[in-house]
Structures are given as C-alpha cells and as structure tokens.
C-alpha cells in the first residue's frame, strides 16, 4: 500500500488535501505533519513514497527540507504545493530536489491528486519497494 505525507501548517489544507486524496486514490494511507520536525518523524516511522510539501513551514523551510529528506531518502518523490507564485518557486522547488510544483491559487485538487497518482505509478515501476 502507497503512503503519502501531507506537509502543511493549514489544517484546512491538509484536510482538503486528504479528502481529495481519499477519494481520488481509495486505500492510499495518508499521514500528515505541521512542521519539518514532524515531517521528519513521520519519514521515519511511516516511509512515505511521496510527500505533498508546502515551501512556508514553521521552522525549517519546505525547500531545505526537500533537500534533506532527498538526502536521506533519495527514493521518496516530492511534491511542492505552495502558496507562492511565480516561476523562481517553481525553479527554486526542482533546484532543492523536488520531483513538482504546484501553486495553491492556480491548481485544482485533481490535478494534484492526478499528478500524485503518475508520481507513485512512477515510483511503482522504478523501485523495488
């Protein structure tokens, strides 16, 4: 079974996030966390494939964080999901490691629950987990 880490300090997002989540990928395990630390400790006793990640934590940054975890945990697939426009997000996400970006105010919720899908298909077919 696909896990999934929702990283957000909105509740409501994370929440909206879930339900979509949900429902566009019944039996995927969902886990979510409010902070690069919480982030870390789900990383580690949940072993997610990929992690939803928004660029403004508390704490550590989204970015730096990606380059953490892709450090670690060169195999999860990470997405970026941020409230922040403009081309230097995006740029900035794949240049830290991510695997995507999205923008908050422009993507729709199937569109992020489609690209999560391509992305844990893709982990799927290249990985051995």
Do not use: W
Request: glycine share 8%; charged share 30%.
């Amino acid at each position: 079974m696909f896990c999934i880490l929702i990283v957000d300090d909105n509740p409501i997002f994370r929440k909206v996030l879930r339900v979509a989540l949900s429902s566009g990928m019944p039996g995927i395990r969902i886990e979510e966390a409010g902070d690069g630390d919480e982030a870390i400790l789900k990383i580690e006793s949940h072993k997610p494939h990929l992690i939803l990640m928004d660029i403004r934590l508390p704490g550590e940054n989204g970015l730096l964080l990606t380059s953490r975890i892709k450090g670690l945990h060169p195999d999860i697939r990470v997405l970026m999901i941020s409230s922040c426009r403009g081309p230097e997000y995006g740029q900035a996400s794949f240049q830290h490691g991510a695997d995507g970006f999205f923008c908050k105010k422009d993507a729709k919720a199937e569109e992020i629950v489609e690209a999560a899908r391509r992305v844990l298909l893709d982990a799927e077919s290249t990985s051995d987990r």
